[in-house]
């Protein structure tokens, strides 16, 4: 996701607010992605860990403990697990996507090789659980555990629901929730559950995370075919690769005879010819299926914010209810 | 490894000796690779899991559990552990080396796709953890995480070092450590821990596994180059592949200047010809390295046997100690 429209984004405040913890994180991932043995292991973790991303991940960790009053330090812990979790899921995704840019570079599987993006990613996930264990919190590394699952289910079924024209928005929020959402909400959780909170606090923060996530998603994936996003991302790249994403399925679901024939060619048999995507976005428009997925994002975006409620209040959770309006603001 | 030359192998011994909890052992398997969500999953790994394998590293972790006086149930939830995170490297290592067969049957990359290999073994990956974390032991946690770590990386030291003819013996114990010997060392280890026995006990027992382990591996690329081995395995894969092994790093070791032109055009340049692989092997011979690499393999055996010393006095201690003998037993 791109969030450089404003001047002054929610995660950057919250990034400003965190400085000295996000110094901690970034230092705690650097001694930790070294290798004695392999020096190939930091090359390409430092290419994904150092190309500017965002970060929201390892912010929503340290905010969600800040806001419940945990003063650390397993907070810096816990969101470089969830970043080094993050890094290792973008190496294995690339290999198979097959991608060769990520944010607008060339991907690791592009400047080494496949074999070198899978075991690095390896490295990162036991070196994320090396970093969990060392909080010495069983529930903390049940919930870790249990996203790291999720996320490997929900990369699994995308990859057995891609082309198929039988998947349901049942089968897509799972999907969703497993490659976005699963580690959003364990992010925010982490949190709670260091600082010690009640149970409906860690609720909260789970069910805000879980939320976030899913708009997230469900923004991309309408942005994938167009919405108002200005920042250049290729518009068309999941109809190419025949993914069933939120406005395809509506528009599959409510096809007369010849809309279904060409799903049917287009997503199922994958013969695309000059022209398709223009046609996939005409029978998008014509049954409102990019204007429903919007309203099912704005929705998640307001259910998130919704779910801070019995979060204790804090300039964080302020800023953590702006970041969910800011995630849907590209297709507002 | 092919452990079926003689009528009752230590292994099988094991093996009955421990049938209930191998029972236990492949059931909570059969369970936790399930998916609701994603049934490639369950496929692609009963085709490895059933495949036959010896269910060595689960055997080492029940026996050294019982030796120790260890009466469940985690050794079970260990046991399953250690198999999974095999697994999970083996589906990684067939993408890594773009193989298409193992233990003579076609391998989860050649049936399905490299993305199915690559996303079901993170799935087991997490699996692991998740049982590993339903012990409750922050200890064994710390063993096995420790352990993901060293495989992953002696995966991507593997990587690196092939082809080059500067690979020291140092780097090669590194490389086997990481891809064998790591979870045999972490597979008994844990069992003594589960058990809660002394230290001496514990190092012990990671001593054990630690020098099976390595005489396991060292046998392994002995017999690639022929050794005794009658079981068909090819010889000459890790010629072909360019790994350095033992053998060959003596060898370049020893070589004066035209033998030296030889390895540096089949191995670190790879223009490979006819005839090539008998030169490697009239090299191998003249420099003894191949009856210095099985001395160096029956010291490893040797080590294994003699550290089980400060283990309780036990049967199955007996098995571990023949064990350790048998490996080495298709190259005496």
Chains 1, 2 share one sequence.
């Not at 190309?51 to 003063?71: D, F, M, N, S, W």
């Not at 070196?127 to 909080?135: D, I, S």
């Not at 929020?173 to 959402?181: C, D």
Request: with cysteine; charged share 25%; aromatic share 6%.
């Amino acid at each position: 996701m791109s969030l450089d429209a404003r001047a002054t984004k929610p995660h950057e405040r919250l990034s400003e607010a965190l400085s000295a913890e996000m110094e901690a994180v970034n230092a705690l991932i650097r001694a930790r992605m070294a290798s004695e043995h392999a020096p190939r292991i930091p090359e390409v973790t430092a290419h994904l860990v150092e190309a500017g991303g965002k970060r929201i991940r390892p912010l929503l960790t340290l905010a969600a403990a800040r806001i419940c009053g945990y003063e650390g330090p397993y907070d810096v812990h816990l969101a470089a697990t969830v970043e080094f979790i993050h890094t290792a899921t973008l190496l294995h995704d690339d290999v198979v996507d097959e991608s060769d840019q990520r944010r607008g570079r060339p991907t690791a599987n592009l400047l080494w090789d496949n074999p070198s993006s899978v075991l690095v990613g390896d490295y990162l996930f036991a070196r994320a659980f090396q970093l969990m264990v060392e909080t010495g919190s069983l529930r903390v590394l049940g919930i870790l555990s249990n996203a790291a699952a999720t996320i490997a289910e929900g990369e699994v079924l995308q990859l057995t629901a891609a082309r198929n024209l039988a998947t349901t928005e049942e089968t897509y929020f799972k999907v969703i929730r497993g490659k976005t959402a699963a580690l959003f909400s364990a992010a925010t959780e982490v949190g709670g559950v260091i600082a010690g909170r009640e149970e409906n606090v860690v609720q909260a923060l789970f069910d805000y995370g879980d939320a976030l996530g899913i708009a997230f998603q469900i923004v991309d994936d309408l942005l994938d075919y167009g919405g108002t996003d200005a920042t250049g991302k290729d518009v068309g790249d999941d109809f190419r690769e025949r993914k069933l994403t939120l406005p395809v399925i509506r528009a599959v679901a409510a096809a007369d005879e010849s809309e279904r024939a060409f799903w049917d060619r287009t997503i199922a048999r994958g013969r695309q010819e000059e022209g398709d995507l223009e046609e996939a976005l005409r029978l998008l428009a014509r049954h409102g299926t990019m204007e429903s997925t919007r309203a099912t994002a704005l929705d998640w975006a307001a259910r998130a914010r919704a779910a801070l409620k019995p979060v204790p209040a804090h300039p964080m959770r302020e800023m953590l209810a702006d970041l969910a309006d800011f995630v849907v603001e590209r297709i507002s």
